[in-house]
């Protein structure tokens, strides 16, 4: 069992940055691959980043390549979503997820159905 609390959003205007941060307990923390996901209204859950357990594989969606990075800190049991120069389509619920059992060769971040746990999600707004 795992449970996912984020934090850090807020409102921002363009151009500028926010850190969220996605706090794990529950289980061995280090063995989780990690994603954000986000969800404006009307729309559909959307991909945004994603890192394995190893610490060593990240993946972002194209939308956000080169202005977010994700990273962790095993120590703290937390994921982080650093995201510079947000724009105003950046606007959404963002979503921690985590999945716990191994996905060996098989690591398909990009997909919801990827995961087993998620957060309850945290308010983004980017002002023009």
């Known amino acids: 069992q795992v449970t996912l609390v984020e934090s850090g959003g807020g409102l921002v205007q363009a151009g500028g940055s926010l850190r969220l941060s996605c706090a794990a307990s529950?289980?061995?923390?280090?063995?989780?691959?990690m994603g954000w996901f986000r969800q404006a209204p009307g729309k559909e859950r959307e991909f945004v980043a994603a890192i394995r357990w190893s610490d060593i594989t990240a993946y972002y969606a194209d939308s956000v390549k080169g202005r977010f990075t994700i990273s962790r800190d095993v120590a703290k049991n937390t994921v982080y979503l650093q995201m510079n120069s947000l724009k105003t389509e950046d606007t959404a619920v963002y979503y921690c997820?985590?999945?716990?059992?191994?996905?060996?060769?098989?690591?398909?971040?990009?997909?919801?159905?990827?995961?087993?746990?998620w957060g309850q999600g945290t308010q983004v707004t980017v002002s023009s």
């Open positions: 529950g289980r061995t923390f280090s063995r989780h691959d």
């Open positions: 997820a985590a999945r716990s059992s191994p996905s060996g060769s098989t690591w398909y971040p990009w997909l919801v159905t990827f995961y087993e746990h």
